[in-house]
């Protein structure tokens, strides 16, 4: 089973999870602050579920390039949406600040 690092944890997930469920289930969030309450529960419309992810996850879908495709996202973020992707294997995983996790470190 993949391993997820993510804020000093590390959870094992079955191999195809959808990573936000997978960290929900863990009690762990891809959100921000008030994101938590707010936002669109998955469906990839918010954006606030954006994480930096290194490693194996399935390739974007189009609602999620749609959505990484505008303010306050940048296109060539490389950050991924929690709620549209499959773990596909080992990950470590980076929320950024900003109510979205907008704010990449290296700006
Ligand atoms: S939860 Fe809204 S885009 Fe992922």
Redesign the pocket.
Known sequence: MPKIEFEGHTIEVPRGANL?RALQKAGLS??NKAARRF????????????LDVAGPVSPPTRI?KW?LGFPPHQRDSGLR????CRVEGDLYLEKHSGFWGQHLPYE
């Open positions: 936000r891809p959100y936002n669109c529960h998955g469906i990839g419309s918010c954006g606030t579920c954006a999620e959505r949406l929690a709620c549209q």
